[in-house]
């Protein structure tokens, strides 16, 4: 089974910028879509950034212009670059890796906290 572990979230103050990152236990295929969600106390889940294996991304409205989403397949990881940080940007930010309803990956989630 495959397991996802996020790193580098952190308290940072607004105007700052984190680096998360996603490690696979197991072999992600080229052919899974990985996505970053987010959720905040009391919210919804929220997608925050999508890319495929061929490299194409799609990122929320709300963070479009400040987060980037990258991947590298022979290492099985994913990276989150956010800058601009704001204080809505506080949310718990997990790791997803999804092909079909049966192959749906998560990881644990690292806390990321931004003071105003």
């Known amino acids: 089974q495959v397991q996802l572990v996020e790193s580098g979230g952190g308290l940072v103050q607004a105007g700052g910028s984190l680096r998360l990152s996603c490690v696979a236990s197991?072999?992600?295929?080229?052919?899974?879509?990985m996505n970053w969600y987010r959720q905040a106390p009391g919210k919804q889940r929220e997608l925050v950034a999508t890319i495929t294996g061929g490299g194409n991304t799609n990122y929320a409205d709300s963070v479009k212009g400040r987060f980037t989403v990258s991947r590298d397949n022979a290492k099985n990881t994913v990276h989150l670059q956010m800058n601009s940080l704001k204080p809505e940007d506080t949310a718990v930010y997990y790791c997803n890796a999804h092909l079909n309803i049966k192959s749906d990956y998560w990881g644990q989630g690292t806390q990321v906290t931004v003071s105003s």
């Open positions: 197991g072999r992600i295929p080229w052919i899974y879509v």
